[in-house]
T-cell receptor, first 115, second 110 residues
Framework: KAGVTQTPRYLIKTRGQQVTLSCSPI?????VSWYQQTPGQGLQFLFE???????NKGNFPGRFSGRQFSNSRSEMNVSTLELGDSALYLC??????????????FGPGTRLTVL | GQQLNQSPQSMFIQEGEDVSMNCTSS?????WLWYKQDPGEGPVLLIA?????ELTSNGRLTAQFGITRKDSFLNISASIPSDVGIYFC??????????FGKGTRLSVIA
């Protein structure tokens, strides 16, 4: 079974631009979560989608948004990029959302650099 | 919000030594997960724990779900160079998102 895939793997943008990142979950998984990872803050939860609905949202500004499609693929968008948005953005999929047995499997991440 | 304290932050050990790291929480969790992350990659799930007191092994790795449900530890026996990486604990309760520790960076000296 193929793992979680994320595209692109690397991205360089300038301040003020916007960016869209893509995540394809493991086949059969319906839940997709997004995390921002930085050296100082570690893994910070952005949002979780299940069956095209946002179930949980982390403490990030409205510039960060996401969506999920009917095939469970998900995208996240960051508008008006700031230097502090430079990070590794990780996507994780699981079979169920918010269940007690919520084993999340991560993709390799998208490394975003904002200049 | 919920916070996880993971310690130590970093470790330098000799190949062949045993390693122990732990996480403590201010809140009760129903699930504890341990991940390992290699440079440039996403975290990989090592062990999942679902019941208080549960002790689970995966090869040279052993993890336990604390009986208070507020802590967990991970042991690595007879470390080898490929154990190098960052180890993360993560906890979850109810329908809330996973909460991650800040990680333990392990370096193994051959």
């Amino acid at each position: 079974k193929a793992g979680v895939t994320q595209t692109p793997r690397y991205l360089i943008k300038t301040r003020g631009q916007q960016v869209t990142l893509s995540c394809s979950p493991i086949s059969g998984h319906r839940s997709v979560s997004w995390y921002q990872q930085t050296p100082g803050q570690g893994l910070q939860f952005l949002f979780e989608y299940f069956s095209e609905t946002q179930r949980n949202k982390g403490n990030f500004p409205g510039r960060f948004s996401g969506r999920q499609f009917s095939n469970s693929r998900s995208e996240m968008n960051v508008s008006t990029l700031e230097l502090g948005d430079s990070a590794l953005y990780l996507c994780a999929s699981s079979f169920l959302a918010g269940a007690s047995y919520n084993e999340q499997f991560f993709g390799p991440g998208t490394r975003l650099t904002v200049l | 919000g919920q916070q996880l304290n993971q310690s130590p932050q970093s470790m330098f050990i000799q190949e062949g030594e045993d390693v122990s790291m732990n996480c403590t929480s201010s809140s009760i969790f129903n699930t504890w997960l341990w991940y390992k992350q290699d440079p440039g990659e996403g975290p990989v799930l090592l062990i999942a724990l679902y019941k208080a007191g549960e002790l689970t092994s995966n090869g040279r790795l052993t993890a336990q779900f604390g009986i208070t449900r507020k802590d967990s530890f991970l042991n690595i026996s007879a470390s080898i160079p490929s154990d190098v990486g960052i180890y993360f604990c993560a906890g979850q309760s109810g329908n809330t998102p996973l909460v991650f520790g800040k990680g333990t960076r392990l370096s193994v000296i051959a």
